[in-house]
């Protein structure tokens, strides 16, 4: 699975997309961030509708760095998403 990595207040955050398929199939993709390894990783996720591609991986590889970003500011938790099981 593709990945991307983006730095943000210097730290370096992994992004791959979820995998997990919602009912909008297409239109809705969740991208998962993380940091860090073992018990201090941190993983938060989020859903975006891409604006070009309409493939997960494609789309992923089109957003730019900053987008990443913006999106990162807008994620969840990993204890919230099911994405990732509900846990931290």
Do not use: N
């Not at 990783?41 to 992923?60: C, D, F, I, M, W």
């Amino acid at each position: 699975m593709p990945r991307r990595i983006i730095e943000v207040d210097g730290e370096p955050w992994q992004v791959a997309v979820s995998g997990r398929v919602t009912q909008y199939t297409k239109d809705e993709f969740g991208l998962v961030f993380s940091r860090g390894t073992g018990p201090d990783r941190e993983q938060r996720v989020v859903r975006y509708t891409p604006l070009g591609a309409k493939s997960r991986e494609l789309s992923l590889s089109q957003l730019s760095d900053r987008e990443l970003r913006d999106l990162l500011a807008h994620s969840q938790p990993a204890w919230t998403a099911p994405e990732l099981g509900y846990r931290s």
